[in-house]
Protein backbone atom coordinates (compact mmCIF):
# COMPACT_ATOMS: atom_id res chain seq x y z
CA UNK A 1 0.00 0.00 0.00
CA UNK A 2 1.45 3.32 -0.84
CA UNK A 3 2.61 6.03 1.70
CA UNK A 4 1.55 8.94 -0.59
CA UNK A 5 -0.80 11.30 0.86
CA UNK A 6 -4.16 11.65 -1.24
CA UNK A 7 -4.22 14.15 -4.26
CA UNK A 8 -4.39 17.40 -3.04
CA UNK A 9 -3.99 17.33 0.52
CA UNK A 10 -1.42 19.12 1.17
CA UNK A 11 0.51 16.64 3.52
CA UNK A 12 4.30 15.56 3.11
CA UNK A 13 4.59 11.49 2.43
CA UNK A 14 5.15 9.36 5.36
CA UNK A 15 8.71 8.32 3.73
CA UNK A 16 9.68 11.73 3.09
CA UNK A 17 13.59 11.14 4.49
CA UNK A 18 13.70 14.02 5.65
CA UNK A 19 10.61 13.48 8.73
CA UNK A 20 11.89 13.54 11.83
CA UNK A 21 10.31 10.24 13.84
CA UNK A 22 9.88 10.85 17.03
CA UNK A 23 10.12 7.83 19.71
CA UNK A 24 7.06 5.54 20.65
CA UNK A 25 5.01 7.64 22.96
CA UNK A 26 5.99 11.09 21.82
CA UNK A 27 4.59 13.36 19.46
CA UNK A 28 6.39 16.17 17.17
CA UNK A 29 7.06 18.11 20.36
CA UNK A 30 5.59 21.16 18.05
CA UNK A 31 5.69 24.58 20.45
CA UNK A 32 2.68 24.81 18.03
CA UNK A 33 0.85 21.90 19.65
CA UNK A 34 -1.79 22.02 22.32
CA UNK A 35 -0.45 21.94 25.99
CA UNK A 36 -1.02 17.99 26.60
CA UNK A 37 -2.27 17.28 23.49
CA UNK A 38 -0.43 14.40 21.11
CA UNK A 39 0.51 11.69 23.66
CA UNK A 40 3.01 13.66 25.57
CA UNK A 41 4.12 13.11 29.05
CA UNK A 42 3.84 16.30 31.52
CA UNK A 43 6.22 18.95 30.95
CA UNK A 44 9.52 17.94 32.69
CA UNK A 45 8.55 13.79 33.30
CA UNK A 46 9.84 11.26 30.86
CA UNK A 47 7.69 9.24 28.70
CA UNK A 48 7.51 5.84 30.74
CA UNK A 49 10.19 3.62 30.61
CA UNK A 50 12.37 6.54 30.00
CA UNK A 51 15.80 7.95 31.75
CA UNK A 52 15.30 11.30 32.54
CA UNK A 53 18.18 13.51 30.48
CA UNK A 54 20.95 15.21 32.27
CA UNK A 55 20.02 18.29 32.32
CA UNK A 56 22.68 21.24 30.70
CA UNK A 57 25.61 22.88 32.48
CA UNK A 58 24.23 26.08 34.17
CA UNK A 59 23.47 28.95 31.97
CA UNK A 60 23.39 26.49 29.03
CA UNK A 61 20.52 26.28 26.88
CA UNK A 62 19.84 22.37 25.82
CA UNK A 63 21.01 21.58 22.06
CA UNK A 64 19.77 21.73 19.26
CA UNK A 65 20.66 18.67 17.15
CA UNK A 66 23.55 18.12 18.59
CA UNK A 67 22.47 14.32 20.16
CA UNK A 68 25.03 11.89 18.91
CA UNK A 69 24.38 9.82 16.11
CA UNK A 70 21.61 7.41 15.72
CA UNK A 71 22.39 4.71 12.82
CA UNK A 72 19.03 4.84 10.65
CA UNK A 73 18.27 8.33 11.36
CA UNK A 74 19.50 11.33 8.86
CA UNK A 75 19.91 13.88 11.45
CA UNK A 76 21.39 12.10 14.51
CA UNK A 77 19.46 11.62 17.82
CA UNK A 78 18.40 14.38 20.36
CA UNK A 79 18.87 14.10 23.88
CA UNK A 80 15.87 16.50 24.42
CA UNK A 81 12.81 15.32 23.28
CA UNK A 82 10.57 17.56 24.21
CA UNK A 83 12.91 20.33 21.56
CA UNK A 84 11.08 20.56 18.13
CA UNK A 85 14.37 21.07 17.16
CA UNK A 86 15.94 17.44 19.06
CA UNK A 87 17.38 15.42 16.17
CA UNK A 88 17.63 18.05 13.30
CA UNK A 89 20.51 19.16 11.73
CA UNK A 90 21.71 22.71 13.07
CA UNK A 91 19.79 25.87 12.48
CA UNK A 92 21.47 27.80 9.15
CA UNK A 93 23.88 30.56 9.64
CA UNK A 94 21.56 33.91 9.14
CA UNK A 95 24.43 35.56 7.19
CA UNK A 96 24.44 32.24 4.33
CA UNK A 97 20.38 32.44 4.46
CA UNK A 98 20.95 36.03 3.57
CA UNK A 99 23.41 35.24 0.84
CA UNK A 100 21.31 32.33 -0.64
CA UNK A 101 18.25 34.92 -1.07
CA UNK A 102 20.44 37.66 -2.90
CA UNK A 103 21.31 34.58 -5.39
CA UNK A 104 17.86 33.66 -5.98
CA UNK A 105 16.95 37.08 -6.39
CA UNK A 106 19.83 37.50 -8.80
CA UNK A 107 18.17 34.52 -10.66
CA UNK A 108 14.54 34.96 -10.61
CA UNK A 109 15.03 38.96 -11.27
CA UNK A 110 17.23 37.69 -14.61
CA UNK A 111 14.25 36.00 -15.98
CA UNK A 112 12.09 38.84 -14.83
CA UNK A 113 13.80 40.89 -16.86
CA UNK A 114 13.79 38.84 -19.31
CA UNK A 115 10.81 38.76 -19.87
CA UNK A 116 9.14 42.17 -19.46
CA UNK A 117 11.82 44.47 -21.32
CA UNK A 118 10.46 42.74 -24.42
CA UNK A 119 6.98 43.99 -23.75
CA UNK A 120 8.43 47.48 -22.75
CA UNK A 121 7.19 46.81 -18.62
CA UNK A 122 10.37 47.58 -17.53
CA UNK A 123 10.98 49.99 -14.51
CA UNK A 124 13.01 52.91 -16.32
CA UNK A 125 12.45 54.68 -19.55
CA UNK A 126 15.39 56.75 -20.48
CA UNK A 127 14.52 59.68 -23.25
CA UNK A 128 17.16 61.58 -24.22
CA UNK A 129 19.03 63.38 -21.16
CA UNK A 130 15.44 62.89 -19.21
CA UNK A 131 15.08 59.57 -16.87
CA UNK A 132 11.22 59.27 -15.59
CA UNK A 133 11.09 56.18 -12.75
CA UNK A 134 7.90 54.77 -13.39
CA UNK A 135 7.26 51.20 -11.67
CA UNK A 136 5.15 49.21 -14.02
CA UNK A 137 2.01 47.73 -12.46
CA UNK A 138 2.45 45.04 -15.26
CA UNK A 139 6.06 44.15 -14.34
CA UNK A 140 5.05 43.55 -10.48
CA UNK A 141 2.47 41.23 -11.48
CA UNK A 142 5.05 38.81 -13.39
CA UNK A 143 8.24 39.91 -10.61
CA UNK A 144 5.49 38.07 -7.63
CA UNK A 145 4.13 35.43 -9.71
CA UNK A 146 7.54 33.90 -10.56
CA UNK A 147 9.24 34.65 -7.32
CA UNK A 148 5.72 32.70 -5.66
CA UNK A 149 6.27 30.22 -7.72
CA UNK A 150 9.66 29.50 -7.51
CA UNK A 151 9.84 29.60 -3.87
CA UNK A 152 6.57 27.37 -3.68
CA UNK A 153 7.78 24.30 -6.15
CA UNK A 154 11.17 23.99 -5.42
CA UNK A 155 10.66 24.52 -1.39
CA UNK A 156 7.91 21.82 -1.50
CA UNK A 157 9.60 19.72 -3.88
CA UNK A 158 13.12 19.52 -1.97
CA UNK A 159 12.85 22.04 0.64
CA UNK A 160 15.57 23.92 -1.25
CA UNK A 161 15.41 26.95 -3.76
CA UNK A 162 18.92 27.30 -5.85
CA UNK A 163 20.57 29.04 -3.62
CA UNK A 164 19.77 26.97 -0.54
CA UNK A 165 20.98 24.14 -2.65
CA UNK A 166 24.10 25.68 -3.36
CA UNK A 167 24.85 26.98 0.12
CA UNK A 168 23.73 23.25 1.72
CA UNK A 169 21.10 24.43 3.53
CA UNK A 170 17.11 23.21 3.25
CA UNK A 171 13.71 24.76 4.67
CA UNK A 172 11.50 22.20 7.11
CA UNK A 173 8.78 22.21 8.81
CA UNK A 174 9.14 22.89 12.69
CA UNK A 175 7.11 20.12 14.14
CA UNK A 176 8.71 17.51 12.58
CA UNK A 177 11.31 17.88 10.17
CA UNK A 178 9.63 17.25 7.19
CA UNK A 179 9.72 18.49 3.62
CA UNK A 180 6.87 21.73 3.81
CA UNK A 181 3.41 21.14 1.61
CA UNK A 182 2.86 22.60 -1.22
CA UNK A 183 -0.38 24.73 1.17
CA UNK A 184 3.02 25.95 3.45
CA UNK A 185 5.41 26.74 0.94
CA UNK A 186 2.73 28.42 -0.97
CA UNK A 187 2.29 30.82 2.37
CA UNK A 188 5.47 31.39 2.95
CA UNK A 189 6.43 32.55 -0.40
CA UNK A 190 3.43 34.64 -0.09
CA UNK A 191 4.24 36.24 2.97
CA UNK A 192 8.02 36.69 1.69
CA UNK A 193 7.39 37.69 -1.98
CA UNK A 194 4.43 40.03 -2.33
CA UNK A 195 5.53 42.95 -0.13
CA UNK A 196 8.12 42.63 -2.13
CA UNK A 197 6.79 43.05 -5.85
CA UNK A 198 4.39 45.64 -4.85
CA UNK A 199 5.15 48.08 -2.61
CA UNK A 200 8.23 47.38 -0.54
CA UNK A 201 11.21 45.73 -2.49
CA UNK A 202 13.85 45.12 -0.84
CA UNK A 203 13.18 47.30 2.58
CA UNK A 204 10.59 44.20 3.07
CA UNK A 205 13.00 41.58 2.06
CA UNK A 206 15.56 42.74 4.73
CA UNK A 207 12.93 43.15 7.53
CA UNK A 208 11.11 39.60 6.64
CA UNK A 209 14.41 37.97 6.32
CA UNK A 210 16.51 39.61 8.66
CA UNK A 211 14.28 39.01 11.31
CA UNK A 212 16.41 35.31 11.43
CA UNK A 213 18.78 37.62 12.85
CA UNK A 214 17.45 38.28 16.40
CA UNK A 215 14.40 35.63 16.04
CA UNK A 216 15.17 32.89 18.99
CA UNK A 217 15.17 29.87 19.33
CA UNK A 218 14.34 28.61 16.07
CA UNK A 219 16.20 31.72 13.72
CA UNK A 220 12.78 32.53 12.07
CA UNK A 221 12.23 35.12 9.57
CA UNK A 222 8.67 36.05 9.43
CA UNK A 223 8.06 34.20 6.52
CA UNK A 224 9.08 30.81 8.73
CA UNK A 225 6.86 32.75 11.33
CA UNK A 226 3.83 32.57 8.91
CA UNK A 227 4.61 29.08 7.54
CA UNK A 228 6.60 27.36 10.90
CA UNK A 229 9.23 26.16 9.46
CA UNK A 230 12.97 26.97 9.98
CA UNK A 231 15.67 26.97 8.18
CA UNK A 232 18.30 23.69 8.85
CA UNK A 233 22.29 23.10 7.30
CA UNK A 234 22.40 19.77 5.87
CA UNK A 235 26.31 19.44 5.96
Not at 12 to 22: C, G, W, Y
Not at 42 to 70: E, L
Request: overall charge neutral; glycine content about 14%; some cysteine.
Amino acid sequence: MSTEPPPGSGQPPEDDPFRKQPPPGQGSGSPYDAPGGGGQPPPGQPPPGQTPPSPPPPGQPPPHGGGPYVAGDPYGGGTYPNDPLAGMPPLADSGKRTLARIIDLILVGIVVWLLTWPMGVHEYSVDGNKIEYGKSFAQSVVAAVLYIAYDTFLISTSGQTLGKKWLNMRVANLSDGSTPSVQTSLARAAVLWLPFAFCCACIWTAISGGWSYFDRPYKQGLHDKAAKTVVVSIR
